[in-house]
């Protein structure tokens, strides 16, 4: 089973950038879709972008221009570049993978692996 380890948050101004990892250790990362969501304290999971296994991207409409998911076949990593942060998107962002069809990439319940997630801070 893929295990998933999130790396790359912390604190930025906004307007700032930042580079979300996730690493993939025990499968190869390319044989799923992954995707990006974002998390508040005692809110639902919030889908932020996905990447098809072929490396089809789809972002929701709150980051779509901004941010970039990108895959690194070599490091078995998928990326999520941040790009003019705004403080709404300070909150913590997991990776997961999933096992269904890409139709399902925009629904949390469907991704089998998370990672722990990694907390983004944006200062106004």
């Known amino acids: 089973q893929v295990r998933l380890v999130e790396s790359g948050g912390g604190l930025v101004q906004a307007g700032g950038s930042l580079r979300l990892s996730c690493a993939a250790s025990g499968r190869t990362i390319s044989n799923y879709p992954v995707g990006w969501f974002r998390q508040a304290p005692g809110k639902e999971r919030e889908f932020v972008a996905a990447i098809s296994r072929s490396g089809e991207p789809d972002y929701a409409e709150a980051v779509k221009g901004r941010f970039t998911i990108s895959r690194d076949d070599a490091k078995n990593t998928v990326n999520l570049q941040m790009n003019s942060l705004k403080p709404d998107d300070g909150l913590l962002y997991y990776c997961?993978?999933?096992?269904?069809?890409?139709?399902?990439?925009?629904?949390?319940?469907?991704?089998?692996?998370w990672g722990q997630g990694t907390q983004v801070t944006v200062s106004s």
């Open positions: 997961a993978a999933m096992q269904g069809a890409w139709y399902d990439r925009r629904n949390s319940y469907k991704y089998t692996t």
